[in-house]
């Protein structure tokens, strides 16, 4: 019999997809959401669900940790057992508001961008002296124009616009310390681009990047595969102090964020401010309503089509990497 790492199993019920729970570990085990709602719908009910536990707490879990569309769960085996566990997770994940219903605690933030700098330049550039000469997606040391060209738009100046355009959503962080995973909540946007293959070796901190539909933030300089296209502000507080660490990270799961162009002159004196801890952070507490944004999803739906047409169109003429 094939192993399988799926321990339990929720069939898709009315207005909710099938549910997975894993083994993923010896006191860890992963919730996953089936794929068939868009990517930002399936990571409102992680979000549900991350609510839910945290207003009525399961006794023996340590700590819940959000994906795109899953949730890992870190349990102590001495307060609690896997089966007990599944149980309860079930039970939580059944009480979680419908997305109709679902309002999600929600802070908006403004950050400057610098598009096209001389910092993700130079990590493109290196990538293509270092590990790959011919690859499609470097062009004239960016990664720029083999964005516009993956998402159909004529120029550079209409994918920024439309980058700028749109509210991004916080649907995860993680894989790097306090690196965020941004979604569009403009369903007209629908950016998306593929990966570095090979991985590139060195990025810049503050590089803000794009593949698949998410848009990320490197808060370190470190590897990385997506596709760079400027650069933002570091997104970790200089430690002054005994301060507790979740205060030096800038971003929170459920965080929206808008980006304000600027000069790459402007960015660097904004950026020396940041690391001086005298930069003025712009962050709003609010709450966000998910029904307003499925009603903007169901108003803007024909259009929507219209540009999802357009952008696979585009993708299907350009090299993968």
Not at 118 to 131: F, G, H, L, P, S
Not at 190 to 215: C, D, F, H
Not at 219 to 238: D, K, N, Q, V
Request: proline share 7%.
């Amino acid at each position: 019999m094939p192993s399988t790492s799926i321990l339990r199993t929720l069939e898709d019920r009315p207005g909710r997809p099938t549910m997975w729970i894993r083994q993923a570990g010896d006191d860890q085990i992963l919730v996953e959401y089936d794929i068939t709602e868009e990517v930002l719908s399936l990571n409102f009910r992680v979000h549900a669900l991350l609510q839910e536990l945290s207003e009525h707490p399961v006794p023996g879990v340590l700590e819940t940790s959000a994906g795109l569309r899953s949730v890992m769960v870190t349990f102590d085996p001495d307060a609690i057992d896997r089966e007990r566990l599944m149980d309860e997770l079930t039970a939580r994940e059944a009480a979680a508001a419908d997305l109709t219903s679902l309002v999600l605690r929600s802070r908006v933030l403004e950050l400057p961008i610098a598009f096209d700098d001389e910092a993700t330049r130079d990590a493109v550039n290196r990538y293509r002296i270092t590990t790959r000469m011919d690859a499609p997606n470097v062009r004239d040391r960016d990664n720029v124009d083999y964005i516009v060209q993956y998402n159909g738009f004529a120029d550079r100046e209409a994918f920024f616009d439309r980058f700028l355009s749109t509210m991004w959503w916080t649907a995860s962080i993680g894989y790097f310390p306090g690196l965020p995973s941004l979604l569009a909540l403009d369903p007209l946007a629908q950016l998306s681009a593929p990966k570095y293959n090979p991985t590139r070796m060195w990025t810049p901190e503050g590089a803000v990047g794009i593949g698949g539909s998410a848009v990320v933030i490197y808060p370190m300089e470190s590897p990385g595969a997506y596709e760079l296209f400027g650069r933002t502000l570091p997104i970790w507080r200089p430690v002054t102090g005994d301060v507790d660490v979740t205060e030096l990270q800038v971003f929170r799961p459920c965080d929206r964020v808008r980006f304000r162009r600027v000069s790459e002159s402007d960015l660097r004196n904004l950026r020396l401010r940041a690391f001086e801890g005298s930069y003025p952070w712009q962050i709003v507490e609010e709450e966000f309503v998910v029904a307003d944004y499925l009603d903007e999803v169901e108003r803007t739906h024909d259009a929507a089509e219209v540009v999802a047409r357009h952008r696979h169109e585009a993708a299907e003429g350009v090299e993968i990497p």
